[in-house]
Antibody
Framework: QVQLVESGGGVVQPGRSLRLSCAASGFTFSSYGMHWVRQAPGKGLEWVAVIWYDGSNKYYADSVKGRFTISRDNSKNTLYLQMNSLRAEDTAVYYC??????????????WGQGTMVTVSS | EIVLTQSPGTLSLSPGERATLSCRASQSVSSSYLAWYQQKPGQAPRLLIYGASSRATGIPDRFSGSGSGTDFTLTISRLEPEDFAVYYCQQYGSSVTFGPGTKVDIK
């Protein structure tokens, strides 16, 4: 079935790095734009980054620009988020999500279960 | 950046009642880029409505979306026990933003 599975979360000290992965299955991964969205404990959803289906374009939220890098390996059906210079405010559940395009509409139709990142000394 | 405001913050209703959730944008949003999501505790968000008014696959017809420009509405015609959750609106224009959410809880 269509599925996204995140991994790589954990506890990390401020200033350190972490790389998240999102393994896709059940669909043609290379045909879809992919996003990372995060949710701090008890808070709402915050968009983090997007990468186009072929990796040709990437965009970031201002809060992570210059520190996080989104990438993908279409041969491995995997999305990544490299997180550097982590801060306490980056503590959140990180979700990967598939962007669907139906006609002129855009939305996130498939979400992973999320992986928790805790930045703490 | 387009800011989305959702109201009310919390909606307390009984099963069988009608729920009306509002999402207001700080500037005009193309209806094509307005979506609604449902999130239950400990779960990932689930797409309900895309293009402001189209139901996603498998979403019951008690959920409906409407609106245009800066004002959008999600309506749940008759609340079922499984509908008590948090609902987020999202716009995907020049960037992506989510509203702060409306919690629908049991009265």
């Amino acid at each position: 079935q269509v599925q996204l599975v995140e991994s790589g979360g954990g506890v990390v000290q401020p200033g350190r790095s972490l790389r998240l992965s999102c393994a896709a299955s059940g669909f043609t991964f290379s045909s879809y734009g992919m996003h990372w969205v995060r949710q701090a404990p008890g808070k709402g959803l915050e968009w983090v980054a997007v990468i186009w289906y072929d990796g040709s374009n990437k965009y970031y939220a201002d809060s992570v620009k210059g520190r996080f890098t989104i990438s993908r390996d279409n041969s491995k059906n995997t999305l990544y988020l490299q997180m550097n210079s982590l801060r306490a405010e980056d503590t959140a559940v990180y979700y990967c999500a598939r962007e669907t395009i139906v006609g002129a509409t855009h939305a996130f139709d498939i979400w992973g279960q999320g992986t928790m990142v805790t930045v703490s000394s | 950046e387009i800011v989305l405001t959702q109201s009310p913050g919390t909606l307390s209703l009984s099963p069988g009642e009608r729920a009306t959730l509002s999402c207001r944008a700080s500037q005009s949003v193309s209806s094509s880029y307005l979506a609604w999501y449902q999130q239950k505790p400990g779960q990932a968000p689930r797409l309900l409505i895309y293009g402001a008014s189209s139901r996603a696959t498998g979403i019951p017809d008690r959920f409906s979306g409407s609106g245009s420009g800066t004002d959008f509405t999600l309506t749940i015609s008759r609340l079922e026990p499984e509908d008590f959750a948090v609902y987020y609106c999202q716009q995907y224009g020049s960037s992506v933003t989510f509203g702060p959410g409306t919690k629908v809880d049991i009265k």
